[in-house]
């Protein structure tokens, strides 16, 4: 099962991530108690580079217990590659056992692991991206405010700022529920030279950014926001009346932001009329 690709800008070398070992099966078997983290460096022709294999491993009881992990990768701009995830299971990436949770990662470009940590809080990594200096920002969701390390604390859905040496560094919040339920899920984020971090995803119920409330669907109505260096709102859209998320976002050179996503329902964007599919 593929898990997500990163391609690095400089030498255009691709990142993957991928899962091998599910058995697809209802039942509870043997083969449920370990998968494999497979992770890959290739070239932009294709050639496989380096490759690595991490089994994920849980005890055979009880019975529900199944190993499972899903990661996302992003070029650190050093050659190497960034990683970001929850397990359910134990691994060891090669710097020691890590279990049940969270975790950030860095591999060097010849695919070493340079380190590994597990996150202390209760959080669900959505998307990881790097700056220029190797700093690692995660968007998450989680339950509550989460504990990130390092006396950081962050808010039920934002984004975590790690060091290179992937220390929690500061934190800030995607959007703030006005309603019982209600909520931001930021499910992609692009850092920009300048320091602002561009997140898009989707919210549900009545949700705050900055100065404006917005009442979002019931399955989820997509939104993008800038947020400045020092994690203040720049500015934030936001589409009440569609149904949608926007699942992927990027900067370009002038580092404007360019988005996408699905969406059902119909809206006007920058003088443009658009009409979303029949469903999202």
Do not use: C
């Not at 202390?120 to 990881?128: A, C, I, R």
């Not at 962050?154 to 209600?182: L, M, N, P, Y």
């Amino acid at each position: 099962l593929a898990l997500d690709l990163a391609a690095d800008a400089t030498t255009g070398d691709l990142f993957t991530a991928a899962v091998h070992g599910y058995d697809d099966l209802d039942a509870r078997t043997p083969t449920d108690d370990a998968v494999e983290l497979v992770l890959t460096r290739r070239s932009g022709g294709g050639q496989t580079l380096w490759t690595h294999a991490y089994d994920v491993r849980v005890d055979p009881t009880p019975v529900e217990l199944r190993a499972d992990v899903h990661v996302r990768v992003a070029a650190d701009g050093a050659g190497g590659m960034l990683l970001a995830g929850n397990i359910q299971g134990t691994v060891d990436l090669g710097t020691g056992k890590l279990s049940n949770g969270a975790i950030i990662a860095r591999l060097s470009a010849d695919g070493a692991t340079l380190w590994a940590h597990r996150v202390p809080g209760e959080l669900t990594v959505k998307d990881v991206a790097a700056d220029a200096e190797g700093r690692l920002y995660v968007a998450y969701t989680a339950p509550a405010s989460v504990d990130l390390g390092n006396e950081v604390k962050g808010a039920s859905a934002g984004v975590a700022v790690f060091t290179a040496d992937g220390t929690a560094e500061r934190a800030f919040a995607v959007g703030s529920a006005e309603s019982e339920g209600a909520g931001a899920e930021p499910l992609s984020l692009a850092p920009g030279a300048d320091g602002s971090v561009a997140v898009a995803g989707r919210y549900t119920g009545t949700v705050r950014f900055g100065a404006n409330v917005t009442q979002g669907s019931g399955s989820g109505s997509p939104f993008v926001a800038l947020y400045r260096r020092n994690g203040t709102l720049g500015w934030a859209k936001v589409r009440p009346g569609v149904k949608g998320s926007v699942r992927d976002v990027s900067r370009d050179t002038a580092g404007d932001v360019v988005a996408g996503g699905d969406f059902q329902g119909s809206f006007s964007w920058a003088g443009a009329s658009l009409k979303g599919a029949s469903s999202p």
